[in-house]
Antibody, heavy 119, light 110 residues
């Protein structure tokens, strides 16, 4: 069965960095576009970034452009999000999601990993 | 890119039907048939309920249906059940390498 497991979240000071990982299993990872989507505590969903199956096409939300970098390692069935220059407003649960239907959404989601940016 | 507009809350009694709207612009909802809907129970990850405006993934009950007219997409849930009580989010491709979510709607089953 399809599984997505995020890791790497934690407490970091403003201006700091963190690298999130998403381990995929149960499907051919290299065939699918993938996304990171976040949810601030008590708030709605916010799309963060999107990467094509080969990694050649990448999108970012304006709110993270220039600070976050999405990448993938198809040999390791893993998706990553490098987050630099973190701000308090980046505090959220970060989900990875598989785009199974080519509509920029997510047909499978991980359980999420919490990132807290605070001094 | 502005978030899509959803009502903050809707409610209905068991067995009734409810419709949740999602209003965008011609640059997102109106411009593409890439609208999806997600159900999220407290403390859980979102679950895909509708993709490509009106298609249902395998395993989603046919009580859930989606549609679009102009710049507004809608999710209709018929035959409401207690387990349908959750937050619902719409999502649309917005062109220019952007994806946008709605603010979310809390569905209460009375």
């Amino acid at each position: 069965q399809v599984q997505l497991v995020e890791s790497g979240g934690g407490l970091v000071k403003p201006g700091g960095s963190l690298r999130l990982s998403c381990a995929a299993s149960g499907f051919t990872f290299s065939d699918y576009y993938m996304s990171w989507i976040r949810q601030a505590p008590g708030k709605g969903l916010e799309w963060v970034s999107y990467i094509s199956s080969s990694g050649s096409t990448i999108y970012y939300a304006d709110s993270v452009k220039g600070r976050f970098t999405i990448s993938r390692d198809n040999a390791k069935n893993s998706l990553y999000l490098q987050m630099n220059s973190l701000r308090a407003e980046d505090t959220a649960v970060y989900y990875c999601a598989r785009d199974g239907y080519g509509d920029y959404g997510g047909d499978y989601w991980g359980q999420g990993t919490l990132v807290t940016v605070s001094s | 890119q502005s978030a899509l507009t959803q009502p903050r809350s809707v409610s209905g009694s068991p067995g009734q039907s409810v419709t949740i709207s999602c209003t965008g612009t011609s640059s997102d909802v109106g411009g593409y048939n890439y609208v999806s809907w997600y159900q999220q129970h407290p403390g859980k990850a979102p679950k895909l309920m509708i993709y490509d405006v009106s298609k249902r993934p395998s395993g989603v009950p046919d009580r859930f249906s989606g549609s679009k007219s102009g710049n507004t997409a809608s999710l209709t849930i018929s035959g409401l059940q207690a387990e349908d009580e959750a937050d619902y989010y719409c999502c649309s491709y917005a062109g220019s390498y952007n994806v946008v979510f709605g603010g979310g709607t809390k569905l209460t089953v009375l």
